[in-house]
């Protein structure tokens, strides 16, 4: 994974991509306990002259490095990548404002745990209940700040109707 | 009825040692943490019988 990691760092450096976060099921890992995924979701907000084409610039780019497509992911040293551009303000303002983080030796970002959830509220599946649950359960969590950012996304009243659901809260 | 209630309490314990161990497994550094959801990734295709199912397994 450090190889990946410092694959997705070089689309940085090369100017592909402003910024970029681990989003998904392995920012969740990183605050709970493990739990079963297959794929590393990049969300990313594109180079400004490059707002159209970032994706298949991206993929351009690490298919001339050797890596392939395999369904809707690239493959990047042996793991499945998305790459997902940041498709509302409040993903745009996770990426921004997510954590810088290690792995291994590589430097990295990841969603915030508090952004997480907010994105989970929208999203909503399932699985995205499940994990809310398990975060707020496993991880240290910041309620005031995520009071704010649910506030922002108009969130909230779905925030108190889960924690009613869920925690009788 | 002291039995009842010393069975209850015995679950009550069981049930908080378990949270406790779902956070301590939180705590594990990132990179462990990866080595396990590959153990995850490994058993979960070996109960797939569908080979049309089965996942990349990642290498890291």
Do not use: C
Not at chain 2, 14 to 24: D, I
Not at chain 2, 27 to 48: M, S
């Amino acid at each position: 994974m450090e190889k990946t990691i410092e694959i997705i760092n070089g689309l940085q450096k090369e100017g592909l991509i402003r910024n970029y976060a681990i989003g998904g099921g392995i920012a969740t890992i990183f605050y709970i306990e493990p739990i079963l995924t297959y794929d590393l979701d990049i969300f990313f907000i594109p180079s400004e002259e490059k707002r159209i084409t970032t994706l298949s610039s991206i993929y351009d780019w690490l298919r001339k490095k050797g890596y392939k497509p395999y369904k809707e992911h690239i493959v990047i040293e042996e793991i499945p990548v998305q790459f997902i551009p940041v498709y509302n303000e409040l993903i745009k303002e996770a990426v921004e404002n997510s954590a810088d983080k290690r792995y291994g030796k590589r430097k990295t970002r990841i969603v915030k745990a508090e952004y997480l959830i907010a994105i989970m509220l929208q999203t909503f599946r399932p699985k995205d209940r499940e994990r809310i649950i398990k975060i707020l359960d496993e991880a240290k969590i910041d309620m005031n700040y995520l009071e704010k950012i649910l506030q922002k996304y108009n969130l909230k009243e779905k925030f108190d109707r889960f924690m009613r659901l869920y925690y009788g809260e | 009825m002291e039995n009842k209630e010393l069975q209850r309490q015995e679950i009550k314990d069981l049930f908080k040692a378990k949270e406790l161990f779902h956070k301590e497994l939180a705590k594990l550094p990132f990179e462990e943490k990866i080595k396990i959801l590959i153990h995850l990734q490994e058993i979960a295709n070996g109960i797939q019988t569908s080979s049309k199912k089965k996942q990349r397994i990642w290498k890291i």
